[in-house]
């Protein structure tokens, strides 16, 4: 890997940390079309370098979410029993997932469905008004693991760590204080992560003409340069987190959920921008 792509990815890895810590999401949607732009340069074919990028994705969210759900976990944001139920159940979604994208769909369907799946998510967030009188979460398991196999399955089937979906979820079904919300996001994310990138390596594993230093679709080298980075931020991007009004957080969210939408299904390249 050359000295550029290094510092490229290592520099992405800062904006990771940010975007977990902060936002309680995986940070998958920089991470993604960076180390693709990458593997491309390394003459890897566009389908296999975006599965190679998901399943290398998902394993940087892993320890990035166990320094991050550690850090709101300090601050009393973190519903463990939530995150438990959600997360194991959500682990077999994502396996499938990531198992279906690695063997029947293309790299670049998969990326349309994700952003066309978020935008929605984005518009909800933004117009939705709590209650004046602000109703508990209910403490449901069963509704709990009734979410949380879809929610592994987008993980596995898109690469990412899944906050950018189970956030909204938890806020506006759920009911969850945003705070809560994104600290017990960063936690279900301990499972889903790690599901979906077995998945990944697993289902590569038969895969030729991958880069060096790659199990299945994973790549060392990719994921050394991003978590580096990506474990010491995500500190920093927690504490911000709570010293934002939940209102000011959900906005934040919201914005970076509509950008990602629009950017997945490919708007800005229809229109012409360079983002």
């Known amino acids: 890997m050359e000295l550029v792509s290094i510092v ?77 139920v959600l997360g194991s159940v959500g682990a077999a979604g994502a396996f499938l997932g990531a198992t279906l994208t690695s063997q029947f769909l293309g790299g670049s369907t998969a990326k349309i469905i994700f952003g066309a799946a978020a935008m929605p998510g984005a518009v909800r967030m933004i117009v939705w008004k709590p209650s004046e009188v602000e109703e508990e979460p209910e403490d449901n398991p069963l509704v709990w693991a009734g979410w949380g196999f879809p929610l592994g399955l987008f993980v596995g089937l898109l690469g990412v760590g899944g906050g950018i979906l189970m956030v909204p979820l938890m806020v506006t079904i759920l009911k969850f204080r945003m705070h809560r919300a994104v600290g017990t996001s960063t936690a279900v994310m301990l499972f889903t992560s790690g599901a979906g990138a077995l998945g990944y390596i697993v289902n590569g594993l038969s895969v030729s003409g991958l880069p060096t230093q790659s199990l299945g679709y994973f790549n060392l080298p990719a994921w050394i340069c991003l978590v580096s980075t990506s474990m ?22 919201a914005v970076v959920m509509l950008f990602v939408g629009l950017s997945m299904i490919g708007a800005f390249d229809w229109l012409g921008w360079p983002v």
């Open 8 to 84: 490229v990815l290592a520099m992405t890895g800062v904006i990771v940390g940010l975007s977990q810590g902060l936002l309680g999401v995986g940070g998958a949607f920089i991470m993604v079309p960076v180390m693709v732009v990458v593997f491309n340069g390394m003459d890897i074919p566009t389908d296999a370098a975006v599965k190679l990028a998901f399943g290398t994705s998902l394993l940087v969210v892993f320890p990035t979410a166990v320094f991050s759900s550690f850090a709101h976990h300090r601050r009393g944001a973190v519903w463990w029993k939530a995150a438990i």
């Open 232 to 253: 010491v931020i995500t500190q920093a991007g927690a504490w911000m987190a709570h010293r934002l009004r939940a209102e000011m957080l959900k906005t934040v969210f």
